[in-house]
């Protein structure tokens, strides 16, 4: 009699371990991101379709799901505005430049507006690296354990890297970079950015303004999945 209770415990015991291994397979089959759960914006000029339907068909075995932001155009700013922007200001910004920042601002104002936890903002310019579906979803889980405002996909340093690795994919960015073509912002990272989007707090490049805020969290990923295609940017309008 003993024997067979033992059998029976050792049975419960085997099928109790199964089940708990299968329901956290289940759990974490859930909870991993798939690159279609990010909310994905494309800055793109109005007078720039051809761009957009370019990126719309270059992007479409990405997994993203792309919505357009029609990007405001630096050429139409009034001079109020920017006179407004330049105003006592050292560093000279071009009207594409502005324009860039402002569009920016308005998807950061989105995010926070609507409580979207989680945003993916792209230039309509961008390149993306084999295997990118893959990579940004392991970056994406990866990033779930972090204390995130911005996670760049495809910055360049101004030095030699002195990041920190922190995961398999994703480092603590400490050095100078250029480069806002393609980066993941959080909610709590979009409530940061939107205090400097006054035209006051306007006095340099996004990109730059990005590692000139000490008040931010940013992180990178090690490979730059995300890059120019190397053409002259619509910021480039004087």
Same mark, same amino acid.
């Given at each position: ?16 371990i199964?089940?708990?291994f ?20 494309v ?7 051809q ?8 992007l479409?075995e ?7 932001f ?20 050292t ?8 324009g ?17 936890d ?8 961008? /390149?993306? &690296?084999?295997?990118?579906? #893959? %990579?940004?979803? *392991?970056?994406?889980?990866? @990033? ?5 405002? =911005? ?5 360049t ?6 990041? /920190?690795? &922190?995961?398999k994919?994703? #480092? %603590?960015?400490? *050095?100078?970079?250029?480069? @806002? ?5 959080? =909610?709590k ?13 306007i ?24 890059k ?11």
């Open positions: 009699m003993g024997k067979k209770i033992s059998i029976k415990k050792l049975l419960f015991i085997i099928f109790a199964g089940f708990i299968w329901i956290f397979n289940i759990r974490v089959s859930k909870e991993r991101f798939s690159n279609s759960d990010i909310k994905t914006y800055i793109n000029l109005d007078h720039r379709e761009k957009w339907a370019d990126i719309q068909e270059y479409k990405s997994g993203l799901k792309l919505n357009r029609s990007a405001i155009d630096g050429r139409k700013l009034t001079d109020f505005v920017t006179d407004a922007i330049q105003f006592n200001k560093r000279f910004l071009k009207r594409g430049e502005i860039c920042y402002l569009s920016h601002c308005q998807l950061w104002k989105n995010s926070v507006d609507n409580n979207i989680n945003i993916l903002i792209l230039e309509d310019d961008v /390149k993306i &690296v084999d295997n990118f579906k #893959e %990579k940004l979803k *392991d970056i994406l889980n990866e @990033a779930r354990d972090l204390d995130w405002d =911005i996670i760049l996909l495809g910055h340093p101004h030095y030699k890297a002195k990041n /920190k690795t &922190v995961s994919n994703i #480092e %603590k960015t400490f *050095d100078n970079f250029y480069g @806002a073509h393609g980066y993941l912002v959080s =909610i990272g979009a409530n940061k950015l939107v205090q400097q989007c006054s035209l006051g707090n006095n340099l490049p996004v990109d730059v303004m990005f590692y000139s805020n000490n008040n931010l969290n940013i992180y990178n990923s090690k490979e730059r999945i995300i120019v295609n190397g053409k002259i940017s619509d910021t480039q309008i004087t």
